[in-house]
C-alpha cells in the first residue's frame, strides 16, 4: 500500500516533443506529491510538487496533473529539450504520522535533437 | 536559507576497511534527516531517517549504521565495508512541519575495490 508505481522506466523523446510520465499510487492519506529532477553525478531535485485539492499545476514548461478517484498523477514536459535529459522521480507523502516520502523507481528521460 | 552539505564528494575504499561519510544542515532547527543509496541506473533505496537528536530509524538490516550526535548532523557508518556497499549515497532534509518535500545533499560516489 506504501508503493508508488512509475512508468515507463525510459523514454526517448523528440526535441520539441511532449514527455509524459505517469505515477500511480495506492494509500489515500498520501497529500502530496513532488516531483524530482537528477543529473547524472548530482542528487535529486524538487521540480515541482502538488496537493491532491487541486487537479493541475504549471510551472513554466512542467505541469503535474493529478487525478485523486484514480489515485494517479503525471508530469508532462512541453516542448522538450536535450537539458531535460535527466532521471525523474515521482514521490508521494502524508504528514499523518509518516516524515518519509515514497518515491517511484524513476524514468530516465533522452530528448534527442 | 537553509543548505544541506555532503562529503566527501567521491570516496574509493578497499574491501573491509571502515567509512564515515557526514552531513550537516544549516539554516534550520530540529530537522528530519534521511541517507539513501543509489545503485548504478537505480532508484533510491532509503537506508535510515532521523526525527531527532540520537534518534535513528533503520529501514534496511545490512552492513551500514547511522548517528545523529548533533541537531544537524547525520553521520553514515561502517565498521568493514564489502564490495556490495558501493553506490551513490545522498542525504537529505525536510522540515518536520507540513512541507513534505526533501532537499538532498550533491552525494557521495562511494567505490568499494
Known amino acids: 500500500q506504501q508503493q508508488v508505481k512509475q512508468s515507463p522506466q525510459s523514454l526517448i523523446v523528440q526535441k520539441g516533443g511532449i514527455s509524459i510520465i505517469n505515477c500511480a499510487y495506492e494509500?489515500?492519506?498520501?497529500?502530496?506529491f513532488p516531483w524530482y529532477q537528477q543529473f547524472p553525478g548530482k542528487g535529486p531535485a524538487l521540480l515541482i510538487a502538488?496537493?491532491?485539492?487541486?487537479s493541475e499545476k504549471k510551472e513554466g514548461r512542467f505541469t503535474i496533473s493529478f487525478n485523486k478517484s484514480a489515485k494517479q498523477f503525471s508530469l508532462h514536459i512541453m516542448d522538450s529539450q536535450p537539458g531535460d535529459s535527466a532521471t525523474y522521480f515521482c514521490?508521494?507523502?502524508?504528514?499523518?504520522?509518516?516524515?518519509?516520502?515514497?518515491f517511484g523507481k524513476g524514468t530516465k528521460l533522452s530528448v534527442i535533437p | 536559507s537553509q543548505t544541506i552539505h555532503q562529503w566527501p564528494a567521491t570516496l574509493v575504499q578497499p574491501v573491509g576497511s571502515p567509512l564515515s561519510l557526514e552531513c550537516t544542515v544549516e539554516?534550520?532547527?530540529?530537522?528530519?534527516l534521511y541517507w539513501y543509496r543509489q545503485a548504478a541506473g537505480r532508484g533510491l533505496q532509503l537506508l535510515f531517517y532521523?526525527?531527532?537528536?540520537?534518534?535513528i530509524s533503520s529501514e534496511v538490516p545490512q552492513n551500514l549504521s547511522a548517528s545523529r550526535p548533533q541537531d544537524r548532523q547525520f553521520i553514515l557508518s561502517s565498521k568493514k565495508l564489502l564490495l556490495s556497499d558501493s553506490g551513490f549515497y545522498l542525504c537529505?532534509?525536510?522540515?518536520?512541519?507540513?512541507?513534505?518535500?526533501?532537499?538532498f545533499g550533491s552525494g557521495t560516489r562511494l567505490t568499494v575495490v
Open positions: 537529505a532534509w525536510t522540515s518536520a512541519s507540513p512541507n513534505y518535500g526533501y532537499t
Open positions: 494509500n489515500t492519506a498520501f497529500d502530496y
Open positions: 502538488i496537493r491532491p485539492d487541486v
Open positions: 514521490a508521494a507523502g502524508s504528514g499523518a504520522g509518516s516524515y518519509q516520502l515514497t
Open positions: 539554516g534550520t532547527s530540529n530537522p528530519n
Open positions: 532521523s526525527v531527532g537528536i540520537g534518534q
